[in-house]
């Protein structure tokens, strides 16, 4: 039997990293994960592994840290197409905690037109917990945390 050495870092050009906020207002161990994803998400059906990776490490720290919330901070993922994105939104009811997702003009366009239809024109910031800037999202999963 032979085996092969793995690790995440060779499956993806996605890169992530996580902070947590945590409030002295609040119970101990309160907290609010932040899970950043960058890179480039390869397009359409080729992005599934990419989506497999960061919805696999977003449930994994999800399981560590067990937050009160969760914020997606994808502004530095460039993403053009690809429907295993829902998965990694929770659109399907994947994520079990209150999460929103932040965004840039990288990615926004083409999660608007996931969550709202191809021939849409309507932004994805039109949803309820999708965002152009961190302050709004904080403020939104703040009241929902």
Partial sequence: MQLRPVSFENE?????????????????????????FAGNYRSGHHGAPDARFIQGITQTALGVWCPAALILDLRELAYTWG???????????????????????????????????????KPATDAEHIF??????????????
């Avoid at 890169?15 to 609010?32: A, H, V």
């Avoid at 709004?136 to 009241?143: D, G, I, L, R």
């Fill in 83 to 121: 429907d295993e994105m829902e998965e990694v939104l929770g659109t399907r009811g994947e994520i079990k905690v209150p999460t929103v997702v932040v965004g840039s003009e990288t990615c926004l366009p083409a999660i608007g037109t996931l969550i709202h239809g191809i021939n849409s024109t």
């Fill in 132 to 145: 152009d800037n961190m302050d709004a999202a904080w403020e939104y999963v703040h009241q929902r945390a």
């Fill in 12 to 36: 993806t050009g996605i890169r992530y990293g996580f902070q947590l906020e945590t409030s002295d207002e609040k119970p101990r161990f309160w907290c609010i994960l932040v899970a950043r």
